[in-house]
């Protein structure tokens, strides 16, 4: 019996066919590896900036640990008390000698901090009362309290203020007399003065060798009640409106460490704040940040024409609405329109009142 094998003929594979099949998965290979690589790298590039990320992290909150850290509104409840042995004499000032009722938010606490011989940040809006926070304790402490200001119209307007008030204090600039000069080097060292808070700029603390030997005196003899750093974010290069002099400011507090100081700022990150508090030599302090929400303000931008803005500003200048302020981007179209309607032209001046509302244009 014949047996016939019915596979088809396959030609024979050769040796050089079998290797090159293999040179080809070893290709395919090598790119998935490479793909797997390339993945790897990536992840590994990842977790590197990660990792470096969490350090600078780690060493912030040590940073902060060591600097005494920042207290934040909740452990400022501590701080809101009228329990304190200075409370009745507060509270005494800021009726009668300020005419006020009532603190505002974190005002109480700031004062009782500084009045507790502590060290503190401050960061409140504008217009929130930051001034108070020293004034009223300046008020209750024997001796003075030293401020630092940047701009002497600052001052000038804060002595004002004072001085309605019945509150003795003064500045020192490079305006001042020779003798009003003396004055206050005396008073500084007077025991039964009534002198209570001493204006200066940072320049003039950098230059004046004669006023730090005073303020040297003043301290000895337990005169310097506390100081204040107004615009505290001056001190800080990272900071918007930066001072050289602000950084020589550190003396204060290595001449002086018993002496509290208060610094206090409407714009400042924590980065500058730290910096700020290194710049200060300012070795723990309390940090206190006020909300900046403003309840009473509404913002509302409006794209509109004219004849239609117009009709707007009728209605708002006939408005419930006590304060209303109209900012307009283009000074010349406006005039135009103005002088159409009104036949007259808006003043060069960049701001004009209207009724109730006040236009500012540029």
């Not at 090598?30 to 990536?42: R, T």
């Not at 500084?114 to 409140?124: E, H, Q, R, S």
């Not at 610094?263 to 006020?290: E, M, N, P, R, Y």
Request: proline share 3%; net charge neutral.
């Amino acid at each position: 019996m014949e047996v016939r094998d019915n596979r088809p003929d396959y030609p024979p594979i050769s040796l050089s066919a079998m290797l090159e099949e293999e040179l080809v998965s070893i290709d395919e290979e090598l790119q998935v590896l490479e793909i797997q690589i390339e993945e790897l790298l990536e992840r590994q590039q990842e977790l590197i900036n990660k990792k470096t990320v969490l350090k600078r992290k780690i060493k912030q909150f040590s940073d902060d640990s060591e600097a005494g850290g920042s207290q934040t509104n909740d452990s400022a409840k501590s701080w809101d008390k009228q329990d304190f042995p200075w409370s009745e004499n507060v509270t005494a000032a800021l009726q009668k000698t300020f005419r006020l009722q009532k603190f505002r938010s974190l005002q109480l606490e700031t004062i009782n901090v500084t009045m507790a011989g502590k060290d503190i940040f401050l960061v409140m809006p504008t217009g929130g009362g930051k001034s108070l926070c020293y004034q009223l304790p300046a008020v209750c402490s024997d001796g003075f309290t030293l401020v630092i200001c940047p701009l002497i119209s600052l001052m000038e307007d804060q002595l004002m203020v004072l001085q309605q008030l019945g509150i003795s204090a003064s500045s020192l600039n490079a305006s001042s007399s020779k003798e009003h000069v003396k004055w206050v080097h005396a008073e500084m060292l007077d025991k039964n003065s009534n002198l209570k808070l001493i204006y200066m700029t940072p320049e003039k603390i950098a230059k004046s060798k004669m006023f730090m030997s005073k303020l040297e005196k003043a301290y000895q003899a337990g005169r310097l009640a506390r100081i204040a750093v107004d615009e505290v974010h001056c001190c800080s290069q990272w900071g918007h409106d930066f001072r050289p002099d602000y950084k020589s400011l550190g003396i204060l507090k290595r001449q002086f460490p018993k002496a509290p100081l208060i610094g206090l700022t409407a714009t400042a990150t924590s980065h500058v704040l730290k910096d700020a508090q290194k710049i200060l030599c300012v070795q723990k302090c309390i940090t206190f940040t006020a909300s900046f929400n403003r309840p009473n303000l509404f913002y509302e931008a409006l794209c509109i024409g004219f004849k239609a803005y117009c009709h707007d500003f009728h209605e708002l200048s006939n408005s419930h609405f006590q304060k209303t302020v109209l900012y307009i981007t283009v000074l010349t179209s406006l005039q135009r329109g103005w002088t159409v309607e009104h036949g007259k032209r808006l003043g060069e001046d960049s701001n004009r009142n209207e009724g109730n509302a006040k236009i500012c244009y540029t």
